[in-house]
T-cell receptor, first 118, second 112 residues
Framework: GAGVSQSPSNKVTEKGKDVELRCDPISGHTALYWYRQRLGQGLEFLIYFQGNSAPDKSGLPSDRFSAERTGESVSTLTIQRTQQEDSAVYLC????????????????FGPGTRLTVL | DAKTTQPPSMDCAEGRAANLPCNHSTISGNEYVYWYRQIHSQGPQYIIHGLKNNETNEMASLIITEDRKSSTLILPHATLRDTAVYYCIVRTDNTNAGKSTFGDGTTLTVKP
């Protein structure tokens, strides 16, 4: 399978613990996005990586949230000192970045990580 | 990115066309209209996008009004598997504009 993969698929943690969520984008996709989706709500943008450019962190809700990406491959979203309101599905997406326009924003989403903070 | 407005829910009979509206009255000239859908418990799936001309692919058709302030996604022959939340978003298409916030979308229920 050549799709976006995420791990773990489910994570249950206790309030105050740190968690790391992993995303493996489609090979060759230089753009990578993280979103949060609370139950019954739409997707909330968190952070965006594009090649070697500085990431767009404007969607991160607090300084407890951070993300890194190794080159144009794996990304890790870290949530420190988790709170109950962090419970959500965290979705990762990747896309090509092309000046031709047509394919740049055709994002391919992973299955998500369901985070439950007790 | 411009905001979009969609009805929260719609029903459609199986085999009939599903027409999902989206208002984006503040869209700017360099913003595209994108549609995604999210079937329960899965990640969102890209459907179609357009700038000002109508577009058609194997999944759907996209009709954009001449003033570009609204659009309609058309599923020509809806099936039960098309039951999903459909998101309409607008955003620029350049290398610095990757972020999007998807609203609450329209929950389409296809009924037998």
């Amino acid at each position: 399978g050549a799709g976006v993969s995420q791990s773990p698929s489910n994570k249950v943690t206790e309030k105050g613990k740190d968690v790391e969520l992993r995303c493996d984008p489609i090979s060759g996709h230089t753009a990578l996005y993280w979103y949060r989706q609370r139950l019954g709500q739409g997707l909330e943008f968190l952070i965006y990586f594009q090649g070697n450019s500085a990431p767009d962190k404007s969607g991160l809700p607090s300084d407890r949230f951070s993300a890194e990406r190794t080159g144009e491959s794996v990304s890790t979203l870290t949530i420190q000192r988790t709170q109950q309101e962090d419970s959500a599905v965290y979705l990762c997406a990747s896309s090509l970045a092309s000046t031709s326009g047509r394919y740049f924003n055709e994002q391919f989403f992973g299955p998500g990580t369901r985070l439950t903070v007790l | 990115d411009a905001k979009t407005t969609q009805p929260p829910s719609m029903d459609c009979a199986e085999g009939r066309a599903a027409n999902l509206p989206c208002n984006h009255s503040t869209i700017s000239g360099n913003e595209y209209v994108y549609w995604y859908r999210q079937i329960h418990s899965q990640g969102p799936q890209y459907i179609i996008h357009g700038l000002k001309n109508n577009e058609t692919n194997e999944m759907a058709s996209l009709i954009i009004t001449e003033d570009r302030k609204s659009s309609t996604l058309i599923l020509p022959h809806a099936t039960l598997r098309d039951t999903a939340v459909y998101y309409c978003i607008v955003r620029t298409d350049n290398t610095n504009a990757g972020k999007s916030t998807f609203g609450d979308g329209t929950t389409l229920t296809v009924k037998p």
